[in-house]
C-alpha cells in the first residue's frame, strides 16, 4: 500500500511538470538536491575519517607517554628470555596512559601491572613509589 502511495504521488507530480512544461526546472532542483546529498555524504566520510585519525594520534601520544614515563630504577618483572623493552611496549600499547615511573609487577593472575602510587619496594623497604619513581620515605 506505501508502494501505490509513493506511486501515485510520484506520477502526480511528473504529470504538473509535464503540463505546465517546467522539465528544466525541475532537473535543476533533481540535480541541486543530489549535489546537496553528495556533499553531505561526503563530509560525514570526512568527519568520521579525520575522528579515527585524531583517535590514533591521541593513542600514539598516550604509549609514548607511558613508555617514556618509566624511570631509571624501575623494577620490571619479565619471563626468562623477554626483552625488558619490547615487555615495556607491548604493556603501553595495551593499557595506555599509564604511569609506570616504578616499573611492572606480576598481579595474583600473572599479569603485568604497574606499582601503584605509594607501594613499597620490597627490596629496598625505605623506598616507596612516586609518580616520578622511587624516592625515600
Known amino acids: 500500500m506505501l508502494f501505490l502511495s509513493i506511486a501515485l504521488v510520484l506520477i502526480f507530480v ?3 511538470i509535464d503540463k ?18 553528495l556533499l ?7 568527519w568520521s575519517r579525520y575522528d579515527e585519525w585524531r583517535k590514533e594520534k591521541k593513542r600514539e601520544a598516550e604509549v609514548k607517554t607511558c613508555s617514556s614515563s ?7 618483572f619479565v619471563r ?3 626483552d625488558i623493552s619490547n615487555v615495556v ?4 600499547e595495551s593499557n595506555p596512559g599509564k604511569n609506570i615511573a616504578c616499573g611492572l609487577k606480576t598481579d595474583a593472575l600473572g599479569n603485568l601491572t604497574p606499582y601503584s602510587l605509594g607501594d613499597t619496594d620490597k627490596a629496598n623497604p ?3 613509589c612516586t ?3 622511587w624516592a625515600a620515605e
Not at 618509566?70 to 620490571?76: D, L, N, R, S, Y
Not at 611496549?89 to 603501553?92: D, L, N, P, V
Open 70 to 76: 618509566i624511570t631509571e630504577g624501575a623494577v620490571v
Open 126 to 128: 625505605g623506598k616507596v
Open 89 to 92: 611496549k607491548s604493556f603501553c
Open 20 to 37: 505546465h512544461n517546467a522539465w528544466k526546472g525541475a532537473a535543476k532542483t533533481a540535480a541541486g538536491f543530489l549535489a546537496l546529498i
Open 14 to 16: 511528473l504529470y504538473l
Open 40 to 46: 553531505s555524504v561526503a563530509g560525514v566520510y570526512g
Open 80 to 82: 626468562t628470555g623477554d
Open 131 to 133: 609518580a616520578k619513581g
